[in-house]
């Protein structure tokens, strides 16, 4: 280092010039560095020497004397600037005058060793106070060094190794379950470019509008353009049927559909079936129709004109048929066998029935497939002017047993049955018939003549073995040919009595009985014998 005033060289550290005495400027930080240093020296050789740590009493009064020699230390070390700084002031007052080298060399010793006395002491007083807190700190770590070093280290071991355990038992099968995990999350992930290498951005499919429901009307109809009633129409698209509705009475129907590809299927007993093709597109602005034309298939149906006058069959009888609107269908005349057939489709006839001698019948069926229908002719008299007189009752049943009517006249005290056939008015029965669709006619000549004549319903067999009928209120009725027409009588109420008594003509006049007749069924009636009164 050089003198910051006269250029003098100088040995590192030196506080004062040898030739002009001048202070130098030494930075504290070398001066603190240079000290530390021979007292990490010092300290390093004392460690390893490994001396016994001195008393805590010992050490503490040493620091004392050291705290209270550092003011004294201090003092002395100002005394020293002002001695330096006076000679500075003597040597810059003396201008011109030269100082002798001899003096100069002195002082210039003199306050070297004055500056070396001081470093000794700072680094004395360093050494002392390091000496303290080694001092301090041994104390404190004396006592734990005596303690038995062993037991801390195998508690901690023992720790160690149940903290290592849990930790295991915890962690691998998350470790193994998140491992698996991603594993499928990265299967289930998007193959990566081989370009970029990063994953392909997911595509969002946009949702789908919702399908328009379009209403269609169907109707059918048949060949001569009118609508038809409960048709049934199917539905189907492709193989399946996937719904079914039926025409109302005006022969239409709706239904919704979907835009697509449909086949109706139209169907109804006694018609061909139709099929019609319905095409809805994705913007549908009209009308959507749907029009099934079926044809209606005739069935055969036989009518059978039996006179009720004679077992045999009679030709020539004239048959008429009629629509439900009243259109004629046809005429057709019956065979030997009283037969008559005509193809119908299905619906609703009235047949008409003439021969002459007989009276007009009329006939109401309905056609709902093939089938056969029967219908009683009752004759005239031969003297048209007895006719107003007379009277023909018809009795008609159905089932397997055997009705008969019967006519009592309370003046003679006689009845007219199959086995009586007359009686002194020449009142007779025509027929005697036990079939399954059973008849009998009687023919009462003179309703005016004297006494009540009752007409009955018997069935012998039973009133003979004093038994109950099988006969049913809704199994039998009677008609009542006069010239004025025919009349209907039928039973007003349930009864299983072997006898029913229906009414009776007195001096002309039909009185109603609707009586069924108990205590005289055990008075051995026959048709041979009248019951006794």
Known sequence: MFCSRCGQKLKEGTHFCTRCGYKQDIPATAEMTE????????????????????????????????????????????????????AKEEETSESGVQIDATELARAGSVA??????RVREAEEA?????????????????????????????IGIALAAVL????????????????RSRNRNRDKEEPQTAETGTEEPEVVAEPEPEPVLYSVEISAVDANGDLIEEVTVEIISGD??????????????????YPGTYSLRFTKDGFSEDYENVVIGDDETGDIMAVGQLTAIPVEVEIFAQPASMREGLEGIEVTVYDGNGEEIGMEETDDKSMVSFDLIYGDYR????????????????????????QLLVPKMEDESALSETVFILLEWNGDYDLDVCLFNSALKQYVCAKTPLDEYNNFIYSDNNGVQGYELLCLRNRYKEGAQTVYVVDVENAQNWEYSPMEADG???????????????????????AWAAFYYEDGLRHELNEYIYEETALEWTKDIKPVE
């Open 35 to 86: 000290a530390e240093g021979n007292m990490q020296e010092v300290t390093l050789t004392e460690a390893m020497e490994d001396p016994e740590p001195e008393a805590p009493e010992k050490a503490a009064e040493e620091t004392k004397e050291a705290a209270e020699s550092a003011p004294e230390e201090k003092a002395k070390e100002e005394s020293a600037e002002e001695t330096a700084a006076e």
């Open 164 to 179: 290592v355990i849990v930790l295991a038992v915890v962690l691998i099968p998350k470790l193994t379950d998140n491992g």
């Open 112 to 117: 070297a060793e004055e500056h070396e006395r």
């Open 476 to 498: 039998f009725t009677l008609k009542i040919y006069t010239e004025d027409g025919v009349d209907i009588v039928e039973p007003q109420e349930e009864q299983n009595s072997p």
């Open 126 to 154: 360093a050494q002392a106070k390091q000496a303290q807190e080694a001092a301090t700190v041994n104390a404190a770590a004396q006592p734990a060094k005596k303690e038995n070093k062993s037991l801390p280290i195998i």
């Open 240 to 257: 399946t049927v996937t719904d079914t509705v039926m025409t109302s009475e005006d022969g239409s129907a709706w239904i919704d559909l």
């Open 351 to 374: 047949v008409d029935f003439h021969y002459d001698g007989f009276f007009d019948e009329t006939m109401y069926i309905t056609v709902d497939g093939p089938d056969s229908y029967r």
